[in-house]
């Protein structure tokens, strides 16, 4: 269960492939939190619509916004903290990153004005996952929240966030932009891709990473930028410190499907060479297998054979109607799907380390998309409906520096 990662750590990052419930998650992990006496916050990326409204935030916001009183208790349950949420906007997190550090005025208005920049900002690869962590540093640097929840985007191996800060890093690494801001490469590609080969593949590079080919204008918007490139170096080692710290847990959110687990895998794997080790791991949308009554089904479980014995469990029920055959051949499909998740699952959890703990949250019959359908996954996640019920869950004890 996943009880003790919450009470022990101030930031959980939810990660996981696209589609398998992160967003879900990671609102349902706050507001237990909230609900257990937490100051909570979430910061969604991208939440279906339904759910961004049920949160109070169906527009974007530059600041986390309570969620109000009577909505956590339209849930039923006792509330003893309270809840936060925001919705990322990759392009306002930008510019008001630029605002931070940029040295003057005018200076930032050169910057948020340059055709580069908007392309940068707005579809450089990375710069989404870079967003949500410079965000998670905002509220880390906060002393208004002892939980920190933070969903994170889809990407295409769910890998792209942890190596964004590196990437950016890279990208804005002074040798890079000292090539940018020597004066003859105004003269134009031509002559920059013959003056150096290596001018030549950073050209390419930022072309496919931008898809804007005016040197002029990333010349300029580099030469505006130079000044601000320590801070975002600085920047990103605090990034990092909260990454690595010891109060920061990641929850890989995974389905039981064989290509996501696939993905999975690699992604555990690779979350362990960046020294950022798992802390949890929730199996969501998972089929339940019926445990099989051994004198009915002497396999242990269903198999394709047990259509005929479903189907004489179904009459000696009282169920006669015409789709019993169908019925039959449903509820065997139905246990062989869940039959082959489980084994996938088993497999899974066979390569991860036995101090991480799992969790299934099965397929719910709708969507979880508002806070009351959001408690429905508590008992699963934490092994009680409510913070109060089993062990006391109490806020870490705060560190001086969090992210120390
Ligand atoms: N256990 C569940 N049972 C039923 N529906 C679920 C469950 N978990 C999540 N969902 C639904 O699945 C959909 C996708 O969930 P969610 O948005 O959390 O995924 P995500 O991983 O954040 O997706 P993306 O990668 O696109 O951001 C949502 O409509 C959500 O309500
Ligand atoms: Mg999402």
Redo the contacts with the bound molecule.
Sequence with gaps: MLKDLVRRHRVIV?V????????????TIALWGALAGRRAVVL?????R??ASSLGIAELGDEPRQVAADLLASTGKPVRGSLAAMMLDQKNAWDRLVARHAPSAEVRERILRNRFYLHLSQSFAGSHEYMAIEQLCLLCESADYDLIVL????TKRALDFFEAPERIRDFLDRKIVRWFVMPYLSQGWAAAKAMNRTVGFLFRKLEEATGVSALAEVTDFFAAMSGMFDAFTARTDVIHGILRAATTAFVL?TGPEEQVLTEAEFFSERMRSLRMPLGGVVF???HEELSADPAAFPGGTVTRLDEETVRTALVAAGITCEHLDWLAANFVDYQLLARGEAIRMEQFRAGLSRRVPFVT?????????DLV?LT??HPYLFGAANPADGVESRPPRRRRRPHG
């Design positions: 939810c996981g492939s696209g589609g398998v419930g992160k967003t879900t998650t990671a609102a969604t990326i991208d939440p279906a339904r759910l969903d994170t985007p889809p959110v969501n949308r998972v949250v099965p397929n719910f019959d709708s969507d979880v998309h359908s429905r996954m």
